[in-house]
C-alpha cells in the first residue's frame, strides 16, 4: 500500500483531485469578479509587505471602526496556484461585521520549498500582530482561517512556538476555522501533486500538524463539505481528536451539499463563517 489502503497513484488522486469536473476557468472567473467588485466597495489597502520577497504581500480590508479585530485568511491552491487577489471576496462579510481582514499571499512550490511556504505563513502573523496598531487593528484580537492548503497552513501556525522563535505572545490567535484543510501529508508524495511540492521524508514529518504538538491555546473549528472525497472528512476528524488529545477546545461539522469549493460561499455576509469568526472575538 502508498497510503493507508490506497495502493496506486490513480486511487489517491482521485479523493485527492477536488477539482474533477469542475469547470477551473469560470470558477477562477467567478472569484476574481466577486473580488474586484469587493474591492470597489471597501476601502483596502494592496500589497503590503510583510516579508522581503516579492511574494510576501497581503491586502487588507479595513473595517469602518477603529481598534476592531483583525482576521487573517490564507487562501488555497494546494501549495502551488493562486494568490490572495483571487479570495478578497470572503473579507466582505467579515468586514460588514466591523472585522479588518488581511488576505494573505506566499509564494508557491516549486518556485519555494515547501517549508518556505509555511515560514512565510508564520512571518505574516507575526508581521500582522506587530504592526496590527499601526493599521488600525487590535493586535489581541486576531483570529485566522484558511481554505484547504490555507487550512493546512492555519493548523501549522497552532503548532508555532511563537514565545521561542517570534518573542511574541503565545496566545497571539485568538480563534482558528480551517476549512477543508490537509492535515497529513504522506499521501501527497504519491500523488499527482508531487512533481511541484517535492516533498521530502523530512518534510511530511515537520510540517503534517496531525504528528505535531498544538502549541497555542486557541478554539479551533474544523470544517468540511458533505460532497468533498471521504478523505477530506477522515483528515477532519482525525485532526479533530489529535487536538482533543492535547487539551484543545476543538469542535468540527461536515456541512452538507458544499463541495470543495462552494464551501466558500459562508464567507459571504451573515454566513456560518463569518458568525464563527466573529464569535471567536466576542468570546
Given at each position: 500500500?502508498l497510503?493507508?489502503?490506497?495502493?496506486?497513484?490513480?486511487?489517491?488522486?482521485?479523493?485527492?483531485?477536488?477539482?474533477?469536473?469542475?469547470?477551473?476557468?469560470?470558477?477562477?472567473?467567478?472569484?476574481?469578479?466577486?473580488s474586484?467588485?469587493?474591492?470597489?466597495?471597501t476601502?483596502?489597502?494592496?500589497?503590503i509587505?510583510?516579508?522581503?520577497?516579492?511574494?510576501e504581500?497581503?491586502?487588507?480590508?479595513?473595517?469602518?471602526?477603529?481598534?476592531?479585530?483583525?482576521?487573517?485568511?490564507?487562501?488555497?491552491?494546494?501549495?502551488r496556484?493562486?494568490?490572495?487577489?483571487?479570495?478578497?471576496?470572503?473579507?466582505?462579510?467579515?468586514?460588514?461585521?466591523?472585522i479588518n481582514?488581511?488576505?494573505v499571499?506566499?509564494?508557491?512550490c516549486?518556485?519555494?520549498?515547501f517549508?518556505?511556504v509555511?515560514?512565510q505563513?508564520?512571518?505574516?502573523?507575526?508581521?500582522?500582530?506587530r504592526?496590527a496598531a499601526?493599521?488600525?487593528?487590535?493586535?489581541?484580537?486576531?483570529?485566522?482561517?484558511g481554505?484547504?492548503?490555507?487550512?493546512h497552513?492555519?493548523?501549522?501556525?497552532?503548532a508555532?512556538?511563537?514565545?521561542?522563535?517570534?518573542?511574541?505572545?503565545?496566545?497571539?490567535?485568538?480563534?482558528?476555522?480551517?476549512?477543508?484543510?490537509?492535515?497529513?501529508?504522506?499521501?501527497?508524495?504519491?500523488?499527482w501533486?508531487?512533481?511541484k511540492?517535492?516533498?521530502?521524508?523530512?518534510?511530511?514529518?515537520?510540517?503534517?500538524?496531525?504528528?505535531l504538538?498544538c502549541?497555542?491555546?486557541?478554539?479551533?473549528?474544523?470544517?468540511?463539505?458533505?460532497?468533498?472525497?471521504?478523505?477530506?472528512?477522515r483528515?477532519?476528524?482525525?485532526h479533530?481528536?489529535?487536538?482533543?488529545?492535547?487539551?484543545?477546545?476543538?469542535?468540527?461539522?461536515?456541512?452538507?451539499?458544499?463541495?470543495?469549493?462552494?464551501?466558500?460561499?459562508?464567507?459571504?455576509?451573515n454566513?456560518?463563517?463569518?458568525?464563527?469568526?466573529?464569535?471567536?472575538?466576542?468570546?
Amino acid at each position: 500500500m502508498l497510503y493507508r489502503d490506497f495502493a496506486t497513484q490513480e486511487e489517491i488522486d482521485r479523493e485527492y483531485d477536488p477539482m474533477r469536473g469542475r469547470d477551473s476557468a469560470a470558477l477562477l472567473a467567478d472569484w476574481r469578479s466577486r473580488s474586484e467588485r469587493v474591492c470597489e466597495t471597501t476601502r483596502v489597502s494592496a500589497d503590503i509587505a510583510f516579508g522581503p520577497t516579492r511574494a510576501e504581500r497581503l491586502d487588507l480590508y479595513h473595517a469602518d471602526t477603529e481598534n476592531a479585530p483583525l482576521h487573517v485568511f490564507f487562501h488555497g491552491g494546494y501549495w502551488r496556484s493562486l494568490g490572495h487577489r483571487e479570495f478578497g471576496f470572503v473579507a466582505e462579510g467579515l468586514v460588514r461585521a466591523g472585522i479588518n481582514v488581511a488576505v494573505v499571499n506566499y509564494a508557491l512550490c516549486p518556485t519555494v520549498t515547501f517549508g518556505e511556504v509555511v515560514r512565510q505563513s508564520r512571518a505574516a502573523v507575526a508581521w500582522l500582530h506587530r504592526h496590527a496598531a499601526s493599521l488600525g487593528a487590535d493586535p489581541m484580537r486576531m483570529s485566522v482561517s484558511g481554505h484547504s492548503a490555507g487550512g493546512h497552513l492555519c493548523a501549522m501556525l497552532l503548532a508555532t512556538d511563537w514565545q521561542g522563535c517570534y518573542d511574541l505572545p503565545h496566545d497571539l490567535i485568538g480563534g482558528t476555522l480551517c476549512v477543508s484543510g490537509l492535515f497529513d501529508l504522506r499521501p501527497f508524495p504519491w500523488s499527482w501533486l508531487q512533481p511541484k511540492l517535492q516533498l521530502t521524508g523530512r518534510d511530511i514529518s515537520d510540517y503534517s500538524p496531525l504528528f505535531l504538538d498544538c502549541r497555542v491555546p486557541s478554539p479551533v473549528h474544523l470544517v468540511a463539505g458533505g460532497k468533498e472525497s471521504g478523505e477530506f472528512a477522515r483528515q477532519m476528524l482525525a485532526h479533530a481528536e489529535h487536538l482533543e488529545a492535547h487539551g484543545v477546545e476543538v469542535s468540527h461539522e461536515l456541512s452538507p451539499g458544499d463541495d470543495h469549493f462552494s464551501i466558500l460561499d459562508h464567507y459571504a455576509p451573515n454566513g456560518r463563517f463569518v458568525e464563527r469568526l466573529a464569535a471567536f472575538h466576542d468570546a
